[in-house]
């Protein structure tokens, strides 16, 4: 059996010298004797597939609403993919991948029933009371929230991981409350390359999803996409013709690939022009260093402002999160109303004298998946519904 200290001798032979690994760890915030045969990072994983948070991602919207069709991504599946691409580019750069595949699955773990609506639909509810922003819930999650442990509340993980989660960034998580983790040093290279793999796994499975759902056109892509454009010519001359499937499927394998490829390249350059030999090396400068290369920023740009203005603000989409944010709202008011206090689970309400009603109505919600939310609402709106 490879023991634990065996993969220790392992990750230090086999990784960077400016990989996080898992004998340098600041450890947990409760002690815990170490797992004989497991790192510490690949136990966070393993805590982190047997949370109920993270089976909850199965029926959270990514972009469609689940119940739009069964082929589109949800939030779990979304995870899954980031995983997979944050794996790829951490083997490519020697980083610790048992980190980054923790931090990945753990990335969404904060999201809220319909996705981004549902978020600015409990931000505005949560005015005054702390606003709300998945990043911190999906710390609160981890750290306390999860209760299956008799030692201590939460998940106890790593402070690597726990760093992960509160740093990781997107275009929607402008103003995440920084600071109880280092605040002033970037986040561990580990931490940089998941925040990446997300960006390249949603950007490529919601082309895919928005071809899929007619709201987007592949003729608009070959037409104004240079980078579409590119994996398509080097699809094309691969095979020649292929059905429409095939051929969807085959670009948009080779815009990940060109994409995880060049941020591989770049960023092994920057490494060295950076002369980046330790973790506390990548931590300490003023900007990130896992990033793609100017030629491909450039080419991605128009891709993203593309996905913008056509999917995310296509009416139908609208349509799914204005409702879904009037679900939301509903929900709230009715649970927060002091006399219907019962209506919460028991062990919520045990919770109020120390949290308060307005954040403990807050991870109630935030909590639900779609369908939760939906039965919810039937429930408490629907006056032949059961109860
Ligand atoms: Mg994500």
């Known amino acids: 059996m490879l023991t634990q200290n065996q993969i220790k001798e392992y990750e230090d032979k086999y ?32 805590r982190i597939i047997h949370s109920a948070a993270f089976r909850r991602l199965e029926y959270k919207t990514q972009v469609f609403v689940i119940h739009e069709g069964d082929y589109y991504r949800t939030r779990l599946t979304h995870t899954l993919e980031v995983s997979q691409i944050a794996r790829t580019i951490a083997a490519g750069l020697k980083l610790n991948g048992d980190l980054v595949e923790a931090i990945a699955l753990a990335h969404d773990l904060g999201h809220t029933p319909f996705g981004h609506a549902g978020e600015e639909a409990l931000n505005e509810l949560m005015q005054g009371h702390g606003g709300f922003n998945h990043n911190a819930q999906g710390l609160r999650i981890v750290t306390r929230l999860e209760s299956k442990y008799p030692e201590f509340p939460g998940l106890n993980l790593t402070w690597e991981v726990r760093e992960g989660i509160e740093k990781h960034t997107s275009k929607y998580d402008a103003g995440v409350e920084k600071g109880k983790l280092d605040p002033n040093k970037m986040p561990t290279l580990e931490a940089q390359v998941v925040d990446i793999a997300d960006e390249i796994a949603y950007d490529n499975h919601d ?8 709201l987007l056109e592949e003729g608009d892509l070959r037409k104004g996409i240079e980078l579409w454009d590119i994996a398509y010519k080097q699809i094309y001359k691969k095979y020649g013709e292929l059905d429409k499937e095939k051929m969807k499927f085959q670009v948009i394998k ?134």
């Open 254 to 387: 080779s815009l990940i690939n060109n994409q995880v490829t060049d941020l591989i390249q770049e960023t092994e350059n920057r490494i060295k022009r950076l002369n980046i030999n330790s973790v506390q090396d990548a931590k300490s400068l003023k900007k990130r260093v896992v990033n793609f290369s100017d030629s491909m920023q450039s080419l991605r740009n128009p891709l993203r402002k593309f996905l913008s203005e056509k999917l995310y603000s296509n009416w139908r989409v609208f349509r799914m999160s204005n409702r879904a944010k009037r679900f939301i709202q509903g929900l709230f008011d009715v649970y927060i109303d002091k006399h219907n206090i019962k209506l919460l689970p028991p062990q919520l309400v045990k919770r109020i004298a120390e949290d308060g009603q307005h954040k403990v109505v807050c991870d109630y919600i935030a909590a639900m998946t779609d369908r939760c939310a939906l039965d919810e609402y039937k429930k408490l709106f629907d006056p032949d519904e059961k109860v």
């Open 207 to 214: 082309l895919d999803d928005g071809l899929t759902s007619g």
């Open 15 to 46: 990784l960077a010298s400016y990989a996080a690994k898992s004998s340098l760890s600041k450890g947990r915030d409760y002690k815990e004797p170490e797992h004989p045969y497991r790192s510490c990072y690949q136990r966070d994983r393993d």
